[in-house]
């Protein structure tokens, strides 16, 4: 997806690029969970005014998402902007401490969405240091999906265990952020939950009839593949 498009649409849709990634990766999330209720981690910067925009350290931290599926592409997009909005308050305050204060043994999900605006400006166009051949990445979590523009390019990329996502399983995923993101700008005003026949059916993807956890895990069946 081009630049000029996604902005076009969060304009028209009065939401961030930020909202537009964390409602997709809701949404695909509730495919492979097969769950209408998702909570995932949401990487922040921390960075958010000029004092701490100037910090030498990391500011880096995670905070929960929740996301519960109901009405229309722009219903969600707004219920996800204005739930950001009022979780970004708490930005700062330690992931670990907010399990504790919130009871929770354990981890309270399992998948992480990352937004990686710094790029979003203009490429260098000098000459190249380096050519990225492969990458590899050993990631805390499962599953672990960054958004990033790039040459005025919309890019999503997945880093995910191998007992989770294969290499084809990841492309598969990246490719569902897509469809799904297509479908809420071609049709904003559809519903996202859809039931059919053969079950229930979030943004055009395939349907599912089973209801598991919120979370992605290796646990799950899905299309009769383990992932």
Aim: aromatic share 8%; charged share 25%.
């Amino acid at each position: 997806v081009r630049l000029d498009e996604l902005q076009a649409f969060a304009r028209r849709s009065n939401v961030s690029l930020q909202t537009i990634g964390q409602a997709v990766f809701a949404l695909v999330s509730a495919f492979y969970t097969q769950s209408l209720d998702i909570t995932f981690g949401s990487v922040l910067s921390g960075r958010d005014d000029d004092e701490r925009s100037r910090l030498l350290f990391p500011t880096m931290n995670t905070v929960p998402i929740r996301v519960i599926l109901h009405g229309s592409g722009t219903d969600m997009l707004r219920y996800v902007q204005d739930n950001f909005t009022n979780i970004k308050q708490w930005q700062h305050y330690p992931l670990r401490k907010a399990l504790s204060a919130a009871g929770v043994d354990g981890r309270l999900f399992e998948s992480l969405f990352i937004y990686q605006k710094s790029l979003e400006q203009e490429q260098d166009k000098g000459e190249k240091l380096y050519t990225s051949i492969e990458g590899y990445s050993d990631v805390e979590y499962p599953v672990c999906v960054e958004m990033e523009v790039v040459n005025e390019i919309l890019v999503w990329r997945c880093a995910a265990k191998e007992e989770v996502f294969d290499k084809e399983g990841s492309k598969q995923l990246l490719d569902r952020m897509d469809d799904v993101l297509r479908h809420l700008m071609n049709q904003p005003e559809t519903p996202v939950i859809e039931i059919t026949a053969k079950g229930t059916s979030v943004c055009g993807l395939p349907a599912f009839t089973k209801k598991q956890s919120c979370t992605i895990s290796s646990s799950e069946t899905v299309d009769g593949r383990d992932v």
